[in-house]
């Protein structure tokens, strides 16, 4: 069974920063991509960014490039998402995901996701 377990959201000035942690456990975490993902109030769920654990590839939303940097510790079968430069606009429900299961490590085709951490950013 595949748990994901995030954990590092919190309440930020803009310009501070913050580290997501993913938890991660079963297999699905060293064959696949993951990914962090986001959710604001009445918007739709956007990728922020993902890795393909096999190869460390990642990938980063334009809106988060150069503040963001996804990555993973294989030993602790954990992810991370640095998040630095915060804006009011990164305010949201962060949420992991493992399980891919097609298309883009981007594109939100994941069968695992975690219970989400709020992160809210204040001016």
């Known amino acids: 069974q595949v748990q994901l377990v995030e954990s590092g959201g919190g309440s930020v000035q803009a310009g501070g920063s913050l580290r997501l942690s993913c938890a991660a456990s079963?297999?699905?975490?060293?064959?696949?991509?993951m990914g962090w993902f986001r959710q604001a109030p009445g918007k739709g769920r956007e990728g922020v960014a993902a890795?393909?654990?096999?190869?460390?590839?990642?990938y980063h939303a334009d809106s988060v490039k150069g503040r963001f940097t996804i990555t993973q510790d294989d030993a602790k079968n954990t992810l991370y998402l640095q998040m630095n430069s915060l804006k009011t606009e990164d305010t949201a429900m962060y949420y992991c995901?493992?399980?891919?299961?097609?298309?883009?490590?981007?594109?939100?085709?994941?069968?695992?996701w975690g219970q989400g951490t709020q992160v809210t950013v204040s001016s």
């Open positions: 079963g297999s699905t975490y060293s064959n696949n991509c």
């Open positions: 995901a493992a399980g891919h299961v097609g298309g883009s490590c981007i594109s939100g085709n994941y069968r695992y």
């Open positions: 890795i393909y654990t096999p190869r460390g590839n990642t």
